[in-house]
C-alpha cells in the first residue's frame, strides 16, 4: 500500500547524511545498500492497523453517530501518512544513488500494479455475487473497466490508485528536491499553502459540470489531493540525519504535541456538529483545521517508530512480531472489507445486543484475524507477487521438527 522488502541490519544508531546527486555509477565504487529503517516497521503497522480500525468502526455504527464519527475524525490520518510514508521510503531508496526513471515505474508498478488490478476484479465479481447477477453483463463490464479507472472497484482501493500515481510522479519530484537543494524549505511552504487552498475548495466545492464534475467527484482519488503530505515525507527523507537529531532532542516534546492536535481535533468536531453541522460532513478529512493534527500524528508516529528502532534487537519477539507485521499489513489491506462484509449480516444483531463499542471491539479483532489468515495463505501461495506483490513465502518444515535449515543471507528492507 511502497511496502518493503525483508531483511534484518541494526540501526540503533543510525546516522545519515543528506543525500546529494552523485557522479556517474562508473566513475563511483560499488555501494551497499542503505540500511534498514526499523521504525518504518511500527509506523506501518501503526497506521494499517488503524485503517482497519476506520473501516469496522464505520461499518458497526450508523452515520449519524457523534461518538464514531469524532473517532473517525482522528482516525482519517491513515491515508495521509502512508503517502507520507511511501515518499519517504522512495526518497531514502533512491536519492543518494543513481536512478532511472524507466527501471524504477517497472519494478514498482509490477509490485502494486498488477496485485491493484488482480484485486480490483477480485472485488469487482464479489459485488455481483452480492447482486446476485442481476446486473448485465455489458454494464458490469464497463462497471469494470471505470473502477480499475477511478480506484472505486471497493471503498479502500484507490488508495493504491494514489500510489501509483506517486509513483508515476516520482522522478519529478526527485529532479524538483536535487534542483531546490538549500532550499526545501520553500518548497514545503509552496505546497503547504497549495495544499490549503484545496482544503479550502473541498470545504467550498465549485460547481462543476460534465466531466470536470466527475473528476471533481473523485478528487479523494487524485494525488494532487494530498501533494502536501508527500512532499512532506519526501523531504523528510532527505534531511533524514536532521529529522532524527529533532526527534532524539524534543521527541518527548512532539508526542505531547500530538496528543494536543488530537484533542483539538476532537473539540472542534464537537463544536462543529453542536452548531448543526451533520457529524459525518464534521468529520470530512479535507477541513481545513485538520491539517494540524494530520501533520503531528505522522511526526508522533515516527517518533514512536524512533524510540522503538533504539531498543530494537534483532532475533528478539519483539523484533520478529515487527517483521512480520510489517510484511502482513498490505494484504491485510488488501483483505480486511472482504472480511468486515462476510460478518456484515452479524453486525447490527449483535450491536443491538451488546451496544456498539463492544460490537466494534469484537468485529475488530474478527477482521484481523480473519485478514491475517487470508494474508497467511495468499502469502503460501504460487502467485503471491502477483497478490500481494511479495514472493511466495516458503514453510521450512525441517524447523518445525527441530532441524532448522541453513541461514541464507536475506534481501536488505526499506
Not at 55 to 77: F, K, M, R, W
Not at 120 to 130: C, D, G, P, R, T
Not at 207 to 218: K, R, S
Amino acid at each position: 500500500m511502497t511496502q518493503d522488502d525483508r531483511g534484518t541490519v541494526n540501526t540503533a544508531t543510525l546516522t545519515i547524511a543528506d543525500p546529494k546527486p552523485e557522479p556517474p555509477e562508473s566513475a563511483q565504487p560499488r555501494k551497499t545498500k542503505r540500511p534498514y529503517l526499523h521504525q518504518v516497521d511500527l509506523f506501518r503497522i501503526l497506521t494499517f492497523a488503524c485503517v482497519v480500525l476506520d473501516h469496522v468502526t464505520a461499518g458497526t455504527t450508523t452515520p449519524d453517530s457523534v461518538t464514531s464519527n469524532a473517532a473517525q475524525t482522528l482516525l482519517h490520518y491513515t491515508r495521509l501518512a502512508f503517502f507520507a510514508l511511501t515518499a519517504f521510503v522512495l526518497i531514502y531508496q533512491s536519492a543518494n544513488k543513481p536512478f532511472t526513471a524507466r527501471t524504477f515505474w517497472r519494478r514498482r508498478f509490477m509490485l502494486i500494479g498488477i496485485p491493484y488490478v488482480v484485486w480490483s476484479v477480485f472485488y469487482w465479481a464479489y459485488a455481483i455475487v452480492l447482486g446476485n447477477f442481476q446486473e448485465p453483463i455489458g454494464h458490469a463490464l464497463w462497471r469494470l473497466v471505470f473502477d480499475i479507472a477511478t480506484g472505486q472497484a471497493w471503498y479502500q482501493m484507490y488508495f493504491l490508485l494514489v500510489t501509483m500515481q506517486v509513483y508515476l510522479l516520482f522522478p519529478l519530484l526527485l529532479k524538483l528536491l536535487r534542483a531546490t537543494e538549500g532550499h526545501h524549505r520553500w518548497v514545503l511552504a509552496v505546497s503547504g499553502a497549495l495544499q490549503l487552498g484545496f482544503l479550502w475548495l473541498a470545504t467550498h466545492p465549485p460547481a462543476f459540470t460534465g466531466f470536470a464534475g466527475q473528476i471533481w467527484a473523485h478528487i479523494y482519488a487524485v494525488v494532487f489531493a494530498y501533494q502536501f503530505y508527500v512532499i512532506l515525507g519526501a523531504v523528510a527523507a532527505w534531511h533524514l540525519s536532521a529529522v532524527d537529531r529533532v526527534v532524539r532532542r524534543f521527541g518527548p516534546l512532539l508526542v505531547l504535541g500530538t496528543v494536543a492536535a488530537a484533542v483539538f481535533a476532537v473539540w472542534e468536531f464537537l463544536r462543529s456538529t453542536a452548531h448543526g453541522m451533520p457529524p459525518a460532513a464534521a468529520s470530512n478529512i479535507f477541513m481545513p483545521h485538520m491539517i494540524v493534527f494530520f501533520i503531528m500524528i505522522i511526526v508522533g508516529q515516527y517518533t514512536l517508530g524512533s524510540w522503538w528502532n533504539t531498543k530494537h534487537r534483532a532475533g528478539s519477539v519483539m523484533s520478529r512480531f515487527m517483521t512480520y507485521g510489517s510484511d502482513r499489513s498490505f494484504p491485510v489491506f488488501l483483505l480486511h472489507p472482504f472480511a468486515l462484509q462476510l460478518l456484515a449480516p452479524w453486525i447490527i444483531p449483535m450491536r443491538d445486543e451488546i451496544g456498539a463499542l463492544w460490537c466494534t471491539v469484537i468485529v475488530y479483532i474478527a477482521v484481523m484475524a480473519m485478514s491475517v489468515f487470508g494474508a497467511e495463505v495468499t502469502r503460501r501461495v504460487p502467485g503471491s507477487i502477483w497478490l500481494n506483490g511479495r514472493p511466495m513465502v516458503r514453510t521450512d518444515f525441517r524447523a518445525l521438527f527441530g532441524r532448522p535449515a541453513r541461514e541464507r543471507p536475506t534481501p536488505e528492507r526499506v
